[in-house]
Nanobody
Framework: QVRLVESGGGLAQAGGSLRLSCAVSGRTISSLRSYRMGWYRQAPGKEREFVASISSSGGSTDYADSVKGRFTISRDNAKNTVYLQMNSLKPEDTAMYYC???????????WGQGTQVTVSA
């Protein structure tokens, strides 16, 4: 079983920054290099949407248009941790942010419980 725990959420002012972390653990984890990692978010009354993803090696990243140039996803495979640096935050970034792990072979996807980000105007 894979366990993902997000942290780093909280309240920020518009224009501010937050750094989210996603710690991955579990007895089936041999290496975080086996997983493509992603961040998603869900605002109240809206569907969950893609924010960013990073390849298993960290050499390739992808972002939603709404966060390009403001958010940066990164990973530290040695620490089994993925990060989302969020700069120039906007009130519309307010949402619950979820981390997911996509196994590159089995394509099993696991999710964390989420961390709340609230951006005030």
């Amino acid at each position: 079983q894979v366990r993902l725990v997000e942290s780093g959420g909280g309240l920020a002012q518009a224009g501010g920054s937050l750094r989210l972390s996603c710690a991955v653990s579990g007895r089936t984890i041999s290496s975080l290099r086996s997983y493509r990692m992603g961040w998603y978010r869900q605002a109240p009354g809206k569907e969950r949407e893609f924010v960013a993803s990073i390849s298993s090696s960290g050499g390739s990243t992808d972002y939603a248009d709404s966060v390009k140039g403001r958010f940066t996803i990164s990973r530290d495979n040695a620490k089994n941790t993925v990060y989302l640096q969020m700069n120039s935050l906007k009130p519309e970034d307010t949402a619950m942010y979820y981390c997911n792990a996509d196994h590159v072979v089995t394509r099993r996807i696991d999710w964390g419980q989420g961390t709340q980000v609230t951006v005030s105007a």
